[in-house]
């Protein structure tokens, strides 16, 4: 089944409105990272964040194992903020495997 | 920062034609992966590699083979390809756990089978 789900599917933005991006899980995990892809382009890596709060610029992601989910929060949305945000959990013991949801759809109109 | 290059960016291929994607990475990462995006299902891992002259398969490994010749070079090969092989395919590297554990892309490959 879905380990990864990721909620909401898409999101419609003023610029300079916040964003919180959610990712659950149902299994346990190693690490959780967040992706940003804009369209036809690659995955860049925004956070590496296997528990707690991470802060970059506008981003904070917020993972809490207990609770199984991880956040991605956008403060003042920028229209170049727009793309796909994908989180990639990942398991494994002596070696990693990364499973992905489906990612959130951002757009923010100016 | 760490690099990966995929070669070709995209490939028009023939039905039952065979087709090879090149991945190179300069990383000196042990892990390296390939998977493939299509839209409704995100990323689903086809084959994944932990040393050279080996691979294991991953989620969806059918219709697919990989080689692994060196720590650097990662191919996916595609024996008879199918229309439902259309789709987008990013091979990444990691260093696995111990090491940095993030996840390095390429920027992908557009495949278009006819």
């Known amino acids: 089944g879905q380990q990864v789900q990721q909620s909401p599917a898409s999101l419609v933005l003023q610029e300079g409105e916040n964003a919180e991006l959610q990712c659950n899980f149902s299994t346990s995990l190693n690490s959780m990272q967040w992706f940003y892809q804009r369209p036809g382009g690659s995955l860049v890596s925004l956070f590496y964040n296997p528990s707690g709060t991470k802060h970059s610029g506008r981003l904070t992601s917020t993972t809490v194992i207990k609770e199984r989910r991880s956040s991605l929060h956008i403060s003042s949305s920028q229209t170049t903020d727009s793309g796909t945000y994908l989180c990639?959990?990942?398991?494994?013991?002596?070696?990693?495997?990364?499973?992905f949801g489906k990612g959130t759809s951002l757009t923010v109109i100016p | 920062e760490a690099a990966v290059t995929q070669s070709p960016r995209s490939k028009v291929a023939v039905t039952g034609g065979k087709v090879t994607l090149s991945c190179h990475q300069t990383n000196n990462h042990d892990y390296m992966y390939w998977y493939r995006q299509d839209t409704g299902h995100g990323l689903r891992l086809i084959h994944y590699s932990y040393v050279a002259d080996s691979t294991e398969k991953g989620d969806i490994p059918d219709g697919y083979k990989a080689s692994r010749p060196s720590q650097e070079n990662f191919s996916l090969i595609l024996e008879l390809a199918s229309l439902s092989q259309t789709a987008v395919y990013f091979c990444?590297?990691?260093?696995?756990?111990?090491?940095?554990?993030?996840?390095?892309f390429g920027h992908g490959t557009k495949l278009s089978v006819l």
């Open positions: 990639a959990l990942e398991q494994g013991t002596g070696y990693q495997n990364f499973y």
């Open positions: 990444a590297s990691s260093a696995g756990q111990g090491g940095d554990e993030r996840l390095f």
